[in-house]
């Protein structure tokens, strides 16, 4: 299997891709994963690459910038990669290596019909909204749109995100989708206690009583972090000892702390840089906040509600499905600074729905992921043994688990002690899956599905005849 990724830069797509090349190799997939040039001033997560067993190859005119000159290159680049590789699976990550890695494929499947490469494109989000003038969204849609129809399968983080790109922008269709969460180790976020909190504090020089609001990620126009210090300076008003941190690093900073000065809390807000000490910033937050226009999957949201932090966020992309319910943070409308603090403001005066220790956000994510994986390996071979069989064992089972569990009604993929069946490709595939996004299972069900591609792919008699194999 060939992956590639426009770059490793902070964020849940590289979280998924680096985990995702070691999970496959232990599967008995070979893989390579090809990633591209860091923009200025973004964090950089390619120390999660594995450091042996994984082949990986770095690809410097593969870059997000629109660049003509560079986009061809590294569709040229891609190909000849394809031509080398022979994979049976092109799993691309992320817009701009969506569009030249399968632009290759495609050009590469028109030369080798007999080798015919399976196309697979994952959207963590979209950059359809809010991130281009409208001439070049709308070349953008136009692009979408005809790559899905050469695409294979398509995959989406959330179910907004799949419902957004097929009801706004008609990409796709349901039959060419499937929702496949991020898979995510929130292990280190979990055992943040009071006195991990005690020490974050003061690690961070963070005085006695004062509360804290953070905010993570790349500072940058897609975040909306002049939202933050808008509400910021509201919710300063009201509480004098708040301290504002924000985590992160972009081309705005420098926009970001003279807006900071211009609102009169230069002294009360952070700007700490990209940190990997995530841990820390987490422990030491009272409310955590997002502000963003566009939300794929908002992973530092996640991580900050594994750490027992309540969270607010604006009312965009695959939000809501993370927070479900009041019990689980906060929405505001977008671009509302008045909501926001508002809400920021009624968290910090209700100090029993910060850090709960039974309930609300820590209790949304699943402990035991181990047992749980391995329950989770174990409907992987009682699938295998289905079809080779012809029998119904994995109904049997997902029977039985319906039976005992019981499955939230506005959730669309299983509790983690629940079981769903997942339709992928035509092919009836019981799993266990995490709850949303909250731990590793969401990789293991891509994997059980991409496993069944090349099942499929194998078989082909086309594919058998020209490997010597019987068809």
Not at 370 to 396: F, P, V
Request: a positive charge; charged letters at 25%.
């Amino acid at each position: 299997m060939l992956r590639v990724i426009t770059r490793l830069n902070i964020g849940g797509p590289s979280i998924q891709a680096t985990r995702l090349a070691t999970s496959l190799d232990a599967e008995g997939f070979d893989t390579l994963l090809i990633h591209g040039r860091l923009g200025e001033g973004e964090g950089d997560m390619s120390y999660l690459l594995p450091d042996r067993g994984t082949r990986t190859r770095y690809l410097d005119v593969l870059r997000r910038p629109i660049s003509p000159w560079a986009d061809i290159r590294a569709t040229m680049a891609l190909y000849h990669a394809i031509r080398e590789f022979r994979p049976h699976l092109l799993h691309t990550h992320m817009a701009k290596a969506g569009l030249v890695g399968r632009v290759a494929a495609v050009s590469f499947n028109l030369t080798h019909r007999a080798a015919r490469v399976r196309l697979i494109h994952t959207y963590h989000g979209h950059v359809l909204e809010g991130y281009f003038s409208g001439w070049t969204t709308r070349v953008f849609i136009s692009l979408e749109r005809a790559l899905a129809a050469m695409t294979d399968h398509l995959i989406a983080v959330s179910g907004r995100v799949r419902d957004d790109l097929m009801e706004h922008y008609a990409i796709g269709s349901p039959a060419a989708f499937s929702v496949v969460p991020l898979g995510l180790d929130l292990a280190q976020f979990g055992a943040v206690d009071d006195r991990e909190r005690a020490a974050a504090r003061r690690a961070l020089d963070i005085p006695a009583g004062a509360p804290v609001i953070t905010t993570v990620g790349r500072l940058t126009a897609i975040k909306n972090h002049a939202l933050f210090l808008d509400a910021a300076a509201r919710v300063a008003a009201a509480r004098a000892n708040a301290i504002f941190l924000i985590a992160g690093g972009g081309e705005l900073r420098d926009e970001l702390e003279a807006e900071a000065r211009a609102r009169g809390i230069a002294d009360r807000v952070r700007f700490l840089g990209w940190r990997r000490d995530l841990t820390t910033i987490y422990g030491a937050t009272d409310v955590f906040v997002i502000t963003s226009k566009n939300e794929g999957t908002p992973v530092a949201l996640i991580e900050a509600m594994a750490a027992g932090v309540p969270g607010v966020s604006t009312d965009v992309g695959g939000v809501r499905d993370v927070i479900t319910d009041a019990s689980m943070g906060r929405v505001v409308p977008p671009d509302d600074a008045q909501a926001l603090a508002e809400t920021v403001i009624e968290l910090l005066n209700a100090p029993a729905d910060r850090h709960p220790s039974d309930k609300g956000h820590r209790g949304a994510v699943p402990p035991r992921p181990r047992r749980r994986a391995a329950r989770a390996r174990t409907l992987t071979r009682l699938h295998h043994a289905k079809h080779r069989r012809g029998q119904s064992a994995t109904d049997q089972h997902v029977a039985r688990g319906r039976q005992v569990h019981s499955v939230p009604a506005q959730v669309g993929i299983a509790d983690a002690e629940g079981i769903a069946e997942v339709d992928i490709l035509h092919a009836r595939v019981g799993c266990i899956a995490a709850r949303e996004h909250h731990t590793q299972l969401g990789l293991l069900r891509m994997m059980e599905w991409l496993r069944e591609v090349r099942l499929r792919h194998d078989s082909h008699p086309a594919v058998a005849g020209q490997r010597g194999l019987d068809p």
